[in-house]
């Protein structure tokens, strides 16, 4: 059973660095073909995707983002680690970490959701 | 890479089938047969329902039907249940191993 859940902390200041992490189990990032990808959903509004690592270490990143955005894995850990620079109010929402499969190419499952509110 | 469109809101009664519709461009859904629908209750986190256009995974009900022509996807739901109430978001592959999502329909069953 494959199983993700985020953490890191619930409010930030604006200007600050958010970092955020991914803990998972029931899968290896060394696997060929699996990755990890992050989604975000401000309150009331849609989902917006982030960031995805692969298995390979290759990293992609939303354009309108990329500037802000690092992705890392520590496969020893079973972790991803998401950082987001320049943190503005309108970061503030819900961050998901998602399970990436190659083959089937979907986000399934994903994690319960971090609240992170960007406030001075 | 802009949000994929979708309708705002849906409605339909119990045991009515709806469609949900998810335009991109060419440069997505279009070229890709890689859409992906996602369903999501209020406080919980997406449930993936379709993928590759028109597969289900394990364990999701074949009520959920997904299809594809040209720039625009569909996620069809026939016999319609209160359990369906949800949001939906697509999903596709956009090239260069970048993805986008849709902007989320809101399903009502009267």
């Known amino acids: 059973q494959i199983t993700l859940k985020e953490s890191g902390p619930t409010l930030v200041k604006p200007t600050q660095t958010l970092t955020l992490t991914c803990t998972f189990s029931?899968?290896?990032?060394?696997?060929?073909?699996?990755?990890v990808g992050w989604i975000r959903q401000p309150p009331g509004k849609a989902l917006e995707w982030l960031a995805l690592?692969?298995?390979?270490?290759?990293?992609r990143y939303s354009p309108s983002l990329k500037s802000r955005l690092t992705i890392t894995k520590d496969t020893s850990k079973n972790q991803v680690v998401l950082t987001m620079t320049n943190m503005d109010p309108v970061d503030t929402a819900t961050y998901y970490c998602?399970?990436?499969?190659?083959?089937?190419?979907?986000?399934?499952?994903w994690g319960q959701g971090t609240l992170v509110t960007v406030s001075s | 890479q802009s949000a994929l469109t979708q309708p705002a809101s849906v409605s339909g009664s119990p045991g009515q089938s709806i469609t949900i519709s998810c335009t991109g461009t060419s440069s997505d859904v279009g070229s890709y047969n890689l859409v992906s629908w996602y369903q999501q209750h209020p406080g919980k986190a997406p449930k993936l329902m379709i993928y590759?256009?028109?597969k289900r995974p394990s364990g999701v009900s074949n009520r959920f039907s997904g299809s594809k022509s040209g720039n625009t996807a569909s996620l069809t739901i026939s016999g319609l249940q209160a359990e369906d109430e949800a949001d939906y978001y697509c999903c596709s592959y956009a090239g260069s191993s970048l993805w986008v999502f849709g902007g989320g329909t809101k399903l009502t069953v009267l």
């Open positions: 029931g899968f290896s990032l060394s696997t060929s073909g699996v990755g």
């Open positions: 690592i692969y298995w390979d270490d290759d990293k």
């Open positions: 590759e256009v028109s």
């Open positions: 998602a399970h990436f499969n190659w083959e089937y190419n979907w986000f399934d499952p």
